[in-house]
Protein backbone atom coordinates (compact mmCIF):
# COMPACT_ATOMS: atom_id res chain seq x y z
CA UNK A 1 0.00 0.00 0.00
CA UNK A 2 1.16 3.50 -0.18
CA UNK A 3 1.82 6.15 1.52
CA UNK A 4 -1.03 8.44 0.26
CA UNK A 5 -3.73 5.31 0.06
CA UNK A 6 -2.59 4.92 3.94
CA UNK A 7 -2.83 8.31 4.78
CA UNK A 8 -6.20 8.09 2.77
CA UNK A 9 -7.37 5.24 4.83
CA UNK A 10 -6.56 6.65 8.01
CA UNK A 11 -8.13 10.22 7.51
CA UNK A 12 -11.22 8.52 6.70
CA UNK A 13 -11.57 5.70 9.84
CA UNK A 14 -10.80 9.25 11.82
CA UNK A 15 -13.08 10.81 10.55
CA UNK A 16 -15.44 8.62 10.89
CA UNK A 17 -14.62 8.39 14.44
CA UNK A 18 -15.19 11.91 14.57
CA UNK A 19 -18.87 11.85 13.23
CA UNK A 20 -19.85 9.20 15.08
CA UNK A 21 -18.56 11.55 18.41
CA UNK A 22 -20.58 14.08 16.92
CA UNK A 23 -23.66 12.28 16.44
CA UNK A 24 -23.22 10.67 20.12
CA UNK A 25 -22.81 14.74 21.66
CA UNK A 26 -25.80 15.73 19.71
CA UNK A 27 -27.94 13.06 20.71
CA UNK A 28 -27.27 13.29 24.67
CA UNK A 29 -27.82 17.18 24.11
CA UNK A 30 -31.29 16.29 23.08
CA UNK A 31 -31.89 13.86 25.32
CA UNK A 32 -31.53 16.74 27.70
CA UNK A 33 -33.72 18.89 25.89
CA UNK A 34 -36.66 16.52 25.75
CA UNK A 35 -36.39 15.11 29.49
CA UNK A 36 -35.15 18.43 31.01
CA UNK A 37 -32.24 17.11 32.28
CA UNK A 38 -28.90 15.01 31.76
CA UNK A 39 -29.76 10.96 32.24
CA UNK A 40 -29.31 11.07 36.23
CA UNK A 41 -27.94 7.91 37.96
CA UNK A 42 -29.64 5.62 40.46
CA UNK A 43 -26.85 7.17 43.34
CA UNK A 44 -27.54 10.59 42.82
CA UNK A 45 -31.49 10.22 42.41
CA UNK A 46 -31.05 8.43 46.36
CA UNK A 47 -28.83 11.58 47.24
CA UNK A 48 -32.05 13.95 46.05
CA UNK A 49 -35.00 11.47 47.54
CA UNK A 50 -32.25 11.72 51.62
CA UNK A 51 -32.22 15.45 50.70
CA UNK A 52 -35.79 15.58 50.09
CA UNK A 53 -37.05 13.57 53.20
CA UNK A 54 -34.80 15.84 55.86
CA UNK A 55 -36.36 19.27 54.25
CA UNK A 56 -39.70 17.74 54.74
CA UNK A 57 -38.85 16.70 58.43
CA UNK A 58 -37.38 19.92 58.90
CA UNK A 59 -41.13 21.99 58.02
CA UNK A 60 -43.05 19.46 59.85
CA UNK A 61 -40.90 19.92 62.82
CA UNK A 62 -40.90 23.52 62.80
CA UNK A 63 -44.81 23.24 61.80
CA UNK A 64 -45.13 21.17 64.78
CA UNK A 65 -43.14 23.26 67.07
CA UNK A 66 -45.14 26.21 65.84
CA UNK A 67 -48.80 24.91 66.73
Not at 1 to 19: F, G, H, I, N, P
Not at 30 to 36: I, N, Q, R, S, T
Request: hydrophobic share 40%; aromatic share 4%; charged share 25%.
Amino acid sequence: MSAKAKVDDLLATESCQLRDQKIHKIHAAMEALVYGAAIISSTKCRQFQVRLNRARQAVTTWSDADC
